[in-house]
Structures are given as structure tokens and as C-alpha cells.
């Protein structure tokens, strides 16, 4: 079946499928039940979802979750032109108070790790309780940092991919599987 799914064309460049729908489905499902198993049912955990690729996520793994929660968002950028340091910055931030909670922040992807970096000095001086994070899509040989990531949904290779809110210049978000870049290398 999968491989009916036919390659497809964004802006200049093509991709292939990847990651089938069903697959996310399944991944996700796993990750919400060994974080509900984790945190309990009375935990009321707020889940912190990073835009705007987060977006499916956290909407499929908030729609599986079967206890008590709250969802909010964040949006943080990487600055344009030169830097190459890799510093991000917020352009949205957290309204709610966090002391004493148990936070979850939700990623679409953690890469060379810039964004968990900056996310854990946003978070570190809020009191919250319990800080964790979860990411559906991982790539073992861009991460450069030593946080910890306490839920990987999958290990994904180090080429570009679009789908599942993931975007390529903007497009690709609304695509309901992964697809990888098949003319870089
Ligand atoms: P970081 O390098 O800070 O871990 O990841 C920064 C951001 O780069 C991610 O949150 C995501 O928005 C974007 N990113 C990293 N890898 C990919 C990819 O393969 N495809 C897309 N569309 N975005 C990516
Ligand atoms: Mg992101």
C-alpha cells in the first residue's frame, strides 16, 4: 500500500513518502500512553506545544490523552540572515503560571537541538514541578546537545522532511504523512 503513495513536488523541490499516516498514528498512540502511564491520572499536566509545526501533533496526542489536561503554545524563531550560532527567539510566550505543574513540552522535531536549549532557560526560573519533553521526530546524528528528551517518538535520518505540520519553505504542512527530500546528496 504504501508505496502508492506517489512522490510530490513543493516550490523547487521533490519528496518522497516516508513516513505513512498510519504510522504516525501509531507512534503517537504509543507515546501518549507511556506518558499518561508516566505521569498518572491526577497529574493535570499542561502540554506546551512549539508552532507552528506542532500543530497535528499536539492535536492528535492531546485528542488520545484520557485524563485531565490543559494545551497551550509557544512560537519561537530562528533569527534570519548570518547566525550561525543558532539562536532562536520567542515570538510568543507562555501567559499561564506554571509553578508547582507538571509541563510537557511538545515538539515536532528536535534536530541540532538550538530550540531545547533556548525552551529549557524559558522555563527553568517558573517553578514548575516536573519539566519534561516529547518529540515525535528525532535526528540521532544532528542532535548536538546534552539535554535530555525524555519521549522520542522515532528516529528519523538527517535529511530534510515535510508533512504533518512540518513545512519547506511554508508548504507541505497540511500533507498528512512524512515526506523525505529526494534531490539533496
Ligand atoms: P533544532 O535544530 O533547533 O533542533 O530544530 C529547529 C527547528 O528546525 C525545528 O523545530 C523544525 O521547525 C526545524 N526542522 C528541523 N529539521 C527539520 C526538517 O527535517 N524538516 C522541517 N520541515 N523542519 C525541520
Ligand atoms: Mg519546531
New binding site residues.
Partial sequence: MENMVPDIKLLDKKFRLYIHASQIEETVKKMVQKVADDLGEDACPVFVG?L??VFMFMSDFVRHYPYVCQVSFLK?S?YEGTDST?K?KTLLGINEDLKGRTVVVL????????????LHSLFKDKGIKDFRVATL?F?PE??SKDLPIEYVGMD?DN????GYG???NGV?RNLPHIYQNIEDK
Fill in positions: 512549539v507552528n509545526g519561537m530562528s543558532g532562536v515538539e515536532d522535531i528536535v534536530d541540532t537541538g538550538n530550540t531545547l536549549v533556548e521526530f535526528k544532528s542532535y528519523i535529511r530534510f522532511i515535510v512540518l513545512d519547506y507541505g
